[in-house]
């Protein structure tokens, strides 16, 4: 804000005003730094100090009056504030990913659009309908609707690394469906040091899965949105225990088809400590089976703290003592997939299977 800059503006013009500044003025100054350094060691509050708040006795309305005497132009935006000096660098870094993951996703999913500058700005709907239309995504919808058959509900479910992000991609791209992972959205939350991102972090860096009471609302709420409801979804790993799939019968919700991706766990392990993300764009890469290509992008990669031998071995027996039961829910409507073939190969069961629906 505004006022934000000012204050901090202010700060940065008083420790390196000039000379001809009195003595009084000088001892004013270091009054001021002190108050300063003090606020900010007491969080964020220090940047919006209230309109009467008083440093060593002299007001804001004062300190900017005094600037002004001494000639000295106020920064409105930050231009000569350190701060990675003040939130530190790893602060901003995650400021940056956070951003240009949601950025990303805006993007993927048609919400943004660039305008004359080159700046990201809002998408109107018609222009959102164009770029969909112009995509081919919301044709498979239009033709299904027009045949009189609802947007088609799949979930897909597999250990971690048996290829569930790459087959959720094809079916997006081909069926127009909402990918809903509760990965991407707990992750995010992580990052962004929410109470449910904390929580979620202490069982993720121990390699356990999260417990259903904190991810089990969110999907819900997240399946009762207006593009769920007009161009289907895909429940990516979700539900992962006999609860969670009793409460989303409980809510009403069905699928018609529960895909489950089989593979051993050697293979798994071998996948899984391999796997490298970039925090840029949010891809991932494996080191043996699919590693970049650019070595700028190679040397940013980033192995995810429960990407371990010994942290997946837990996530995999955790995984089996689960599965079973939730399997146990979607007989009529399951089909199990070899997933250790290629992924082509995994493809085109996938498409079989949804075309029978």
């Not at 089990?216 to 949105?225: F, P, S």
Request: proline share 4%; glycine share 8%; net charge negative.
């Amino acid at each position: 804000s505004k006022s934000s800059s000012r204050f901090i503006s202010a700060f940065t013009a008083k420790v390196t005003a000039p000379d001809r500044i009195s003595n009084d003025d000088e001892m004013m100054k270091t009054g001021f730094t002190l108050s300063v350094l003090a606020a900010l060691s007491g969080g964020a509050s220090a940047f919006t100090p209230a309109p009467t708040q008083t440093a060593w006795g002299v007001t804001k309305t004062a300190l900017h009056a005094d600037a002004v005497k001494a000639e000295m132009n106020l920064d409105e935006d930050f231009d000569d504030v350190n701060l990675v000096r003040i939130l530190g660098l790893d602060r901003i870094k995650k400021i940056q990913r956070r951003h240009k993951r949601e950025l990303n996703d805006r993007i993927r999913n048609f919400e943004v659009v660039q305008d004359a500058d080159g700046e990201w700005i809002e998408a109107t709907p018609e222009q959102t309908a164009e770029m969909k239309a112009a995509a081919g995504v919301s044709a498979p919808a239009a033709e299904e609707s027009a045949g009189g058959k609802e947007p088609l509900k799949i979930i897909i479910a597999g250990a971690p690394a048996s290829g569930k992000g790459t087959q959720c991609e094809v079916i997006k791209e081909k069926y127009g469906v909402v990918h809903l992972s509760t990965g991407d959205m707990l992750r995010a939350a992580v990052a962004e040091g929410t109470e449910v991102g904390k929580q979620a972090k202490d069982f993720m860096d121990a390699g356990k899965l999260v417990p259903d009471e904190v991810i089990i609302g969110v999907v819900k709420d997240r399946l009762e949105q207006s593009d769920c409801k007009s161009c289907g979804w895909l429940l990516d790993g979700f539900p992962r225990t006999p609860a969670q799939a009793e409460a989303l019968a409980s809510a009403g919700v069905s699928a018609d088809c529960f895909l489950f991706l089989n593979v051993p766990d050697d293979m798994l392990v071998d996948r899984v400590c391999g796997r490298r993300t970039d925090p840029v764009t949010g891809k991932i890469y494996h080191m043996t089976f699919s590693p970049p290509d650019d070595e700028e992008v190679l040397a940013r990669l980033e192995q995810r703290s429960d990407d371990t031998e010994e942290k997946v071995k837990v996530r995999l027996e955790q995984f089996h003592a689960n599965v079973d039961a939730v399997k146990g829910n979607y007989v009529e409507i399951g089909v199990e997939i070899d997933g250790s073939k290629k992924p082509g190969e995994v493809t085109e069961v996938i498409a079989a299977a949804l075309e029978a629906k």
